[in-house]
């Protein structure tokens, strides 16, 4: 037998097949790459508004319990609104009113994280300022915002959610 005869007997691809075949798989990831990012970005916003709605129902659960005199103005400070001093008192816990027990009144099992920008340092705002404020006036926490300058996807800044 003849080189030529074994060589033409042997099945396989050719490198222009091989090299049809990788080019049709790049054009195919690069069109699913997009579709992963906006996913991605769709469940942080999902996150950051389940958690922003956590917090926020916390703040009100404290404000209610002290409207409800179930924590005792005493342990506020005067011109608080009856609104949280901090965002930490929520989770450490506030001494109940009329309890010689010493029991601790507690609305957040932690501070959760921001997952847009990955820490537990939120934009915060007292009752007295401005709804659209960016500092904190210190008096207590009657809002709570993201620190993120990010654009979501339905064309809102985080900070106004």
């Known amino acids: 037998m003849t080189r030529s ?26 069109a699913v790459m997009p579709l992963a990012q906006v996913a991605s970005q769709r469940q942080r916003e999902s996150e950051l508004r389940r958690t922003l709605r956590e917090m926020r129902t916390a703040i009100d659960a404290f404000k209610n319990a002290v409207d409800l005199g179930l924590i005792p103005t005493t342990e506020l400070e005067p011109g608080n609104e009856g609104y949280p001093p901090t965002l930490e008192i929520l989770v450490e816990g506030i001494s ?26 939120w934009g915060l ?20 915002y993201t620190r993120s300058s990010g654009t979501a996807l339905d064309g809102t800044t985080y900070t106004e959610w």
């Open 125 to 144: 705002r007292s009752y007295q300022d401005s709804p659209t404020s960016t500092t904190w006036g210190r008096e207590n926490v009657y809002d709570v």
């Open 5 to 30: 005869a074994v060589l033409a007997g042997q099945r396989g691809y050719t490198f222009i097949e091989l090299l049809i075949v990788t080019t049709i798989l790049l054009v195919l990831a690069s």
């Open 96 to 121: 109940a009113a009329g309890d010689a027990s010493g029991r601790q009144l507690r609305f957040l099992r932690r501070i959760p994280i921001d997952p847009t920008t990955g820490s537990s340092d």
